[in-house]
């Protein structure tokens, strides 16, 4: 195997395991905060997120940010006519999956531009 080769498959190998990472959270920074949102009852999301969402019998909404730091950090929420809606403030390809957890009394309607994943945890806390 020539140098060239061995250089190409090092270079593929950790191309494979840089994927894999995002997908799998791996955060060298993680963190947590919670936004204080009233008031919505959709949410419009413009990137791919992960979405827990909780029916609570307490009456307000909780919106909780679980990831990457300077992801989170750059994360734009705003409150537009009873819609929350999530974004980026700027673009960056190298970011990491951020998991939201919602907890609502009344059922949470969520669109999307790209594919999120979603999780209904109906339960009554």
């Known amino acids: 195997m020539s140098i060239a080769q061995k250089m190409l498959g090092g270079m593929l190998l950790c191309t494979l395991f840089s994927g894999c990472c995002r997908e799998a959270g791996f ?60 974004r980026y403030k700027k673009y960056r390809s190298d970011r990491h999956l951020i998991e939201f957890e919602v907890s609502s009394p009344v059922e949470v309607e969520v669109s999307f531009f790209k594919t999120p994943r979603i999780y209904r945890k109906n339960n009554k806390t």
């Open 27 to 86: 955060c060298p920074e993680p963190d947590t905060r919670e936004f204080a949102l009233k008031g919505f009852n959709k949410i419009l999301a413009s990137d791919e997120f992960i979405f827990v969402i909780t029916r609570c019998s307490d009456s307000t909404k909780k919106v909780r940010a679980k990831g990457c730091a300077t992801d989170i950090a750059d994360l734009k929420l705003e409150l537009k006519d009873g819609v929350m809606e999530m």
